[in-house]
């Protein structure tokens, strides 16, 4: 298994544009997560999918993210309009389970946003 | 809900040297506490994993102890190297909260 995939690797975009991030899970994962890693804050889960369902989206900061799991192999993060306190490296992770399984995380998307 | 707190946030060693990075949980419901290890520029990757019902785990290099009486538990390597310099953390799930939780994390550094 190629792991978690996740695209872009880097995105920079201009404050206010729309960004969309892509994530691919592992074949066979039942649980998808978002993490955001800053230097302030460290790793902050955001939202995580169950079986495609969203479980968990208290860690979205405002109304300006979303995220969606329209099927078993694939989850985008957005963030529509994009503010310069966005910029993070984001991650995605998939596991066989929520709770008492490791979580194999993808590579991340450094986004930047001028 | 779970909460973790991680020690020391930096830690440098010598070459050769032990490495001991100390985490500490609040949930005594939680039973699975894995250790990512997080290289520049890379997402973390999981190193170990311990249960609740086992007190330790060796894998070469690397052992995690767990004390679930006092709600700690710590990772432990050995013979360091230059190639163990990274960010490390540490976790706990299978509380109320269900999800990982992870600490805020260490830097480690190795000097050759």
């Known amino acids: 298994d190629a792991g978690v995939i996740q695209s872009p690797r880097h995105e920079v975009t201009e404050m206010g544009q729309e960004v969309t991030l892509r994530c691919k899970p592992i074949?066979?994962?039942?649980?998808l997560f978002w993490y955001r890693q800053t230097m302030m804050r460290g790793l902050e889960l955001l939202i995580y999918f169950n079986n495609n369902v969203p479980i968990d989206d208290s860690g979205m900061p405002e109304d300006r993210f979303s995220a969606k799991m329209p099927n078993a192999s694939f989850s985008t993060l957005k963030i529509q309009p994009s503010e310069p306190r966005d910029s993070a490296v984001y991650f995605c992770a998939s596991s066989f389970s929520a709770e008492n399984y490791g979580y194999t995380f993808g590579s991340g998307t450094r986004l930047t946003v001028v | 809900g779970e909460n973790v707190e991680q020690h020391p946030s930096t830690l440098s060693v010598q070459e050769g040297d032990s490495a001991v990075i100390k985490c500490t949980y609040s949930d005594s419901a939680s039973n699975y506490f894995p250790w990512y290890k997080q290289e520049l520029g890379k997402g973390p990757q999981l190193i170990i994993d311990i249960r609740s019902n086992v007190g330790e785990k060796k894998d070469q290099r690397i052992a995690v102890t767990l004390n679930k009486t006092a709600k700690h538990f710590s990772l432990h390597i050995t013979e360091t190297q230059p190639e163990d310099s990274a960010v490390y953390f540490c976790a706990a799930s299978g509380g109320s909260q269900g999800n990982l939780i992870f600490g805020k994390g260490t830097k480690l550094s190795v000097k050759p």
């Open positions: 074949s066979g994962h039942n649980s």
